[in-house]
């Protein structure tokens, strides 16, 4: 039998779809042929790993196991204890009594001295005034000395090529001038 024989008959056996006749060949193939039988062992790991997978399901009684647990918890902490209900009272009172003490000293203050709120909202504009202005001077201060030095550094270069300008023209015509005079000489 070929090669390609033989791989028809694995997928057969695979398929469970293989008489004895054919399961007989391709076991006397394999037991010659290395090629095929390295690929019937391969194929037949892979497909006892699909069997395994295809036989861990869940039982048919699942979902309804799953929703009778859920609907049991949820009773179980919907159901306030009487203790819990204390408690939640207790802190209820403490919150409101917290709030009204912080609170309604602020509006009592205001209720009875009316213009001394006017006043401390008015001061307190006041200072949030003066810090924007300070920000706004401290930001323009900064870009004034970033602008100063960038423009120091400007000018320094601008004077360093100035002077190397003077240095090659004195140069050049201190050169000239000892051509000339070599010349002066040779003449
Ligand atoms: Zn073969």
């Not at 008959?9 to 394999?30: G, P, W």
């Not at 205001?110 to 300070?134: G, N």
Request: net charge negative; hydrophobic share 45%.
């Amino acid at each position: 039998m070929k090669c390609n024989e033989s791989q028809v008959l694995m997928m057969k056996f695979f398929d469970r779809n293989i008489n004895d006749i054919e399961e007989a060949l391709l076991k006397q193939h394999i037991r010659t042929c290395t090629k095929c039988s390295e690929e019937f062992l391969s194929l037949k790991e892979i497909f006892s790993e699909i069997e395994q997978d295809s036989a861990i399901e869940p039982p048919e009684d699942f979902e309804l196991q799953v929703m009778s647990r859920i609907e049991k918890e949820t009773v179980m902490y919907s159901k306030p204890t009487q203790q819990n209900d204390f408690v939640y009272n207790i802190l209820l009172v403490a919150v409101s009594f917290i709030f009204v003490i912080l609170f309604g000293g602020i509006l009592w203050e205001a209720v009875k001295h009316p213009l001394a709120l006017y006043q401390d909202v008015q001061i307190a504009t006041e200072i949030a005034k003066e810090f924007l202005s300070a920000a706004v001077t401290m930001v323009k201060g900064i870009g004034i000395a970033v602008m100063g030095v960038t423009a120091s550094l400007y000018k320094t270069y601008y004077y360093a090529y100035i002077l190397l300008g003077i240095l090659l023209l004195v140069i050049q015509g201190v050169f000239f001038r000892m051509v000339r005079e070599g010349n002066g000489a040779a003449q």
